[in-house]
């Protein structure tokens, strides 16, 4: 027999409208400390009073009818056994658990605001490796996450990044000890599931000096009539010679609006590498940053979009050089069909300091029918006298010679332009561990269909 | 030798054509407007604006250049209606404004400084193949605005070389629409860093599929390997640096017509 809550799918959600009251029981369900419950106001007097930057498309959202927060269930869990079987059932389709024990290191689930599940494992656990919820480190390691919380995204940084301080639940938290490198990757998925949600994850991720981690999220949402909003922040600290990979295969619905802001924070010979997928949302507004502040320190962005059918992918990357000697490799793939628009917007920036620095960005886009728009919007700042940086780009349609080659070969026209398609991504998707290369290849040739004619 | 001809109009006095592709770049010209005009095969010839506004119509190879100016701003309007013509123009002025109304196959070559802060429009035509080079000493604070609006079957190449010292930003956009099929694009921002800080922001809006676009942006220091091969042929590092900046300004512009200009805006910078 069904339970009240899973009936209604949910154990408890804040009225529509982003106000006082809801953040304030936002904040008593989480147990907050005072600093994080001033924090939180703080920012919803901030995000209330922004305005968007003068740059930023359109964005079709009405607040007073995003749920600020939702309570999937009563406390989150380490055995997929426990979980409601809904959101099993959810998450089984997504194949998780299947992928949690075939090659993953460690992964969780979030559902609407919260973790639902979140799992270590035992051998990780024990080199000290911590991968938790969010919620659980503000009361687990609150030195930690009080000395890093904000540091690299203040509330006060735009619109979006002010919602999700003011209403963030659940998200990720990973401290990664000294000298401990991780083989696996750690995970975690993410899933809409209710018309006008929203979803303030926040993300916070230490590697300590000399340690290695590779951390994956995927998300996806259900097709509804009305807008829902998903505004994460994601905040990387690099500490000397360590390396981190962050990899995002973002398949949101047509009806979610992805407004995301991630940075990292690379110091001493650090890498900072960003692979992001932007497949799905019906706006994307997604920039993840690069800030190289240790001499000899490297961060690379890839990025794939794919804009199909009433899309507007606005996605890149920003690298700011601040130590001497740094570099980066901004690498941006796009494509655009059944009138989607995809925009490459980036930003270089070598300051004074960061002498013999080298930048290179390359982005390139293909546009399969004559309906659809392709922008690019990239800005590079070097304000010393021995760097380099570099930026080129192109946009076309499809090789008319590649085409009739494969056309010839009997390939029908649809599978042709879908092959050349994922040719041309391929570069980018073979960063990604195999299961995702094959995930996003799939998602690609879903999204391709009928696109000929 | 050409002829140059030299008078004032009236806004409503200027070609028809030119109006019309002035609209259409949203450019608003109500003053009296003096209109220079360029015969073929004009060399070295110094011209001082006694107008804000000046419309240069030219046909076959000219060089003008422009070192004084009695007007307080200056809007240049550069057009031609002939084939493959040709203006070289040297300026040292600010220019606040640069219009290009090109007919097919015409180039405008400007090596310019002090410019400010300056706008540039590009109207190309149908089926038609225009080309701005623009080679500019950025030694005080500068802003380019570029903004090129293409046409069907229309190809536009813009090249912008600089060796910048002061605080300087330079953004090129370039406009495809819906119905502009067959153009191609190209767009190189490249700036060579003696000092100072420079943006290079080159910008593209595709709205059809039956386009080929590129744009670059490349800005740096001196290349060390070139440095020391040039050290290797017995170049102090002063002659290897005027060399490489000479060869950065006058590379996508015709040597002859530029080179004695550079020299002399070298021995003032010294």
Known sequence: ???????????????????????????EIKKDPAWMRELRLKALDAFLSMGLPSWSPEIPIDFSKITLFTKPVESQQSDWEKLPKEIKETFD?????????????????????????????????????IFSSMDEAVHEHPEIVKEYFGRLIPYSDNKYSALNTAAWSGGTFIYVPKGVKLTMPLQTYYRMNFEGSGQFERTLIIVDEGAEVH???????????????????????AKKNSRMRFSTVQNWSKNVLNLTTKRGLAEENAVIEWIDGNLGSGLNMKYPAIILKGDNSRGDIL??????????????????????????????KGISFKGGTHTYRGLV????????????????????????????????????????????????????????????KGISEEEAKTLIVLGFLSPIVKELPMEYAVELNKLIRMQMENSVG | ??????????????????????????????????????????????????????????????????????????????????????LNLVSSVPVKRMVFLPADSVALNWMCRNVGKCEIKSDSQKQ???????????????????DSFHYEASSFKLSLDSVNY????????????????????????????????????????????????????????????????????????????????????????????????????ENELD
């Open chain 1, 1 to 27: 027999m069904k339970t009240e809550s899973s009936k209604k799918g949910y154990v408890y959600r804040t009225p529509p409208g982003i106000t006082k009251e809801a953040v304030l029981k936002l904040s």
């Open chain 1, 93 to 129: 389709r997504l194949g998780i658990p299947e992928a949690e024990r075939e090659f993953l290191a460690g992964s969780g689930a979030q559902y609407e605001s919260e973790v639902v599940y979140k799992k270590l494992k035992e051998e990780i656990a024990k080199q000290g490796v």
């Open chain 1, 215 to 237: 951390y994956v999220e995927g998300c996806t949402a259900p097709l509804y009539s009305s807008a829902s909003l998903h505004a994460g922040v994601v905040e990387i600290f």
């Open chain 1, 303 to 332: 990025s794939i979009t794919s804009a199909g059918e009433s899309q507007n992918i606005d996605a890149g990357g920003k690298v700011i050089c601040i130590g001497k000697n740094t570099s980066s490799k901004v690498v941006g």
């Open chain 1, 349 to 408: 920036k070598v300051l004074k300091a960061a002498e013999n620095s080298n930048v290179s960005v390359n982005c390139d886009a293909l546009l399969l029918d004559d309906i659809s728009k392709s922008n690019t919007y990239p800005t590079n700042i070097i304000q010393n006298t021995n760097s380099l940086v570099k930026h080129e780009a192109s946009v076309g349609k499809i090789d008319q010679d590649k085409l009739f080659y494969l056309m010839s």
């Open chain 2, 1 to 86: 030798m050409g002829k140059i001809n030299i008078e004032k109009k009236e806004y409503s006095g200027i070609p028809a054509d030119v109006r019309v592709r002035l609209l259409r770049l949203g450019v608003k010209l109500s003053r009296t407007v003096e209109c220079i005009e360029l015969s073929s095969w004009n060399a070295g010839a110094g011209i001082v604006p006694q107008e804000e506004i000046v419309l240069v119509s030219f046909s076959g190879n000219n060089f003008i250049s422009i070192n004084e100016s009695k007007a307080k701003t200056l809007t240049l309007i550069a057009y031609s209606d002939a084939k493959d013509s040709v």
């Open chain 2, 128 to 146: 038609s193949q225009a080309r701005i080079s623009v080679s500019s000493v950025f030694s005080s604070d500068t802003e380019f605005h570029i």
């Open chain 2, 166 to 265: 002061a605080e300087s930003k330079v953004r090129a956009k370039a406009i495809i629409p819906e119905k502009a099929l067959g153009v191609s694009c190209a767009i190189d921002l490249f700036s060579l860093v003696e000092g100072g800080s420079v943006e290079l922001s080159p910008f593209i809006e595709i709205s059809n599929d039956n386009i080929k676009a590129s744009h670059s942006a490349l800005a740096r220091g001196y290349d060390k390997a070139e440095l020391f091969y040039l050290y290797s042929k017995g170049l102090s590092e002063e002659e290897a640096r005027i060399l490489i900046r000479k060869n950065i300004l006058l590379r996508n512009l015709p040597e002859e017509e530029f080179e004695q200009h550079l020299e002399r805006w």
